[in-house]
C-alpha cells in the first residue's frame, strides 16, 4: 500500500493562529486553533497590529502540537500549504515565514494557498467523530470512503472579510458569480453586534442575543444591487443604527479602536436587544438564500448548494438553508462547526492536490493580500 500524503497546513491571514495535519487531502488528523478573540474583542473587531505580535507568539507552540496530536513528524510529511491571502498583511506574513523557514530546514515542498479556495476546499475534510460517529464511519468502510461533494455545486462563501458566491466546476477550479459589493456578512454581524451593545466577534453574539427573540418586530431592508447575484448589507447596517437611535440608544457607545466596547446598557438599556438582533439575523439569512435562489435556478446544472465561512456556523442560517434544500431538492453541505470559522485543515486540504502533482512554490512566495475566490 502507497504512502497516504501528509499535509501540513497553517493559516494566519486574520485573527486565528492555526495549523493541522490533512491526510490525502480529506481526512484530518489534527486541527489546532489559537484564538484571538478575546485579546480584540476590547477593540469590537481585530486589531492588526495586535493580530501580527500575537500570531508571532502562538505560531511556534500550534505548530508542534499539531504535528505531535497527528503523530506526525517532519519528515514524514509530503508538503507544506500555508495561506498567502486574502488577509491582513502583517497577520500573513508570520504563517508565510514560518512555513518558508519549516520548507527550508526539512527540504519540503512548500504550496501557498488562497483562504477563500480555503473555505471552499473544507467540504471536502472529513474529521472523525465530529460529523459522523465511528460507528458511522466504520459502516460506511471508513472516512476515505464517504463521498465527495457532488459537482458541479454552488458555493456560497460567508465570512469575515469576504461575501463570494461561485460555481465549483470540479475540486479547485472555481468562477465566481458575485460577491458583496460592501461589507462582507461577518462584518455586518460584527458591525450590528457593536451597535447593539454585543460584544466581539458578533456573530455569535447576535446568535445567541436573537434566540428570544422575535425577528419579525423589525422589517429591516434585505440589500438590493444592481446585478442579481452581489449582495449588499450597507443599507441594513444603517437600518440597524436608525433603529438604535430612534429606541433612543448610542450606536456609537462601543466604537472606538482603543476603547472598550460598552456593555449593553451604555447603547440604551431599553432597547430591545433580543428582537433586533433576530430581525438582523432574519434579514442577512433572507439576502443570503435569496442569492442562491436565484443562482440555482441560472445554474440548473448544479448537483449541490455548499456553504463554509464563519457565517455558515450560524445556526438561523443553517436551518433556514436544510428548509430551502429540501424545497428544492438540493442537498446543502454545511461544514461542521469547527471548520466553518477559520483553521487550517482546510488550507491543507487545498494545497493537497498541488503538491500532489509536484508544485512547489519555494522561498520565493509571497503573500497576496486582495486575492478574490476564483485565483489559484
Ligand atoms: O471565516 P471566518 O472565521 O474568518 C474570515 O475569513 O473572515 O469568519 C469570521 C466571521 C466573523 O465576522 C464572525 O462574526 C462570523 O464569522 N461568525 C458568525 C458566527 N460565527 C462566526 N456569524 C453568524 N453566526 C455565527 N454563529
Ligand atoms: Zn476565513
Redesign the pocket.
Known sequence: MSRPQLVLGIET????TAASVVEDGRIVRSNVIASQAELHAPYGGVFPEVASRQHVRDIVPVLRQALDEASVRLDQLSGIAVTRGP?LSGALLVGLNAAKGLALGSGLPLVGVN??GG?LASQWLHHDGVLLSPDVVASLGGLHAIPSPPTPHLAL??????TDLALVHERGRVTRLGGTMDD???????KA?RMMGLG????????AAAADGDDRRFKLPVGRTPLPLDFSFSGLKTAVRRTVERLGGDPDAGRGSAKAVEPAEAVGSELPVADLAASF?RA?VIALIGRIGIAATQYPQIRAVCV??????????RTALTTWGAEHELPILLPP?VL????AAMIAAAGAHGLATGSDDGVELDIAVGLAIDVT
Request: charged fraction near 10%.
Open positions: 491571514s486574520c485573527d486565528e488577509g483562504h477563500l473555505h462563501v460567508v465570512s469575515g472579510g469576504h462582507a456578512a461577518g462584518e455586518a454581524f460584527d453586534a466581539y466577534p458578533g456573530g455569535p453574539a447576535i446568535q439575523q442577512v463554509s465561512g464563519g457565517v455558515s456556523a450560524n445556526h438561523a442560517l462547526l466553518c470559522t477559520d483553521n
